[in-house]
């Protein structure tokens, strides 16, 4: 991988205050020049350079590691398997479920998870409505609505478990169609290093009792 992509993720990394060592940086680097490889043979991302994907997917996953405490994951809609492959890497004590229905996408993230030894993923080709399991935290990346995550997700959800909503902008009615039994507890906004054109954002929800205390 270049040196301009090296020094980015180094800066960004540093800009959101992680701290790795040589093996994660490794496999974080490993992991873009896989995708860059594919990318071009299989389109999994709108995003061709590679320097753009340090940014736009691993840094852009990494914003959100703050936030992640696990001690099981389930990333919905997880695409090429972001943010779930970086937040693995960062953490390996966190035990990921990267979940998609596409076919090619889900290849790469099994390629990937061999190519890279992450013992703490596991890769599902299947949609989501079909998928039985439960985990303390559900994230998503632009998957859906809000009301559409959290519908599709609610079995999946351990009690007094976590929904994490990665959004761009948000409209109100968005917002309005969150179910009654669920608030959000914190919407944080997210700083990406090297991007700047494109409003970040973090929901933290939960589901709450009649009385509106978490549950």
């Known amino acids: 991988m270049t040196p301009v992509c090296e020094r980015r993720l180094d800066e960004g990394l540093a800009a959101l205050n992680i701290e790795i060592d040589r093996r994660q940086r490794e496999r974080l680097l490993s992991l873009l020049a896989l995708l860059h490889k594919w990318n071009r043979a299989y389109n ?18 990494a914003s959100v590691a703050f936030a992640v405490s696990g001690p099981t ?45 992450l013992d703490n993923v596991r890769c599902e080709q299947v949609r989501v409505e079909a998928f039985d399991a439960t985990f303390d935290q559900v994230i998503s990346r632009a998957f859906a609505s809000l009301g559409d995550f959290i519908g599709l997700t609610e079995p999946l959800l351990a009690e007094g478990g976590e929904w994490l909503a990665m959004k761009g902008g948000l409209e109100p009615r968005e917002l309005e169609s969150v179910p009654a039994h669920v608030a959000v507890h914190e919407r944080l906004a997210l700083s990406v290093p090297g991007v700047d054109d494109a409003e970040r954002q973090l929901l933290c929800l939960g589901r709450v009792d009649d009385a509106g205390h978490r549950r």
């Open 44 to 61: 999994l991302t709108a995003v061709r350079s590679p320097e753009a994907m340090v940014s736009r997917h691993l840094l852009d996953s």
């Open 73 to 117: 994951l389930l990333d919905v809609g997880s695409g090429p398997g972001f943010p779930g492959l970086v937040l693995a890497i960062l953490d390996p004590g966190l035990q990921v479920t990267l979940l998609d229905s596409n076919g090619k996408k889900v290849r790469f993230q099994r390629q990937a998870v061999m190519e890279l030894g």
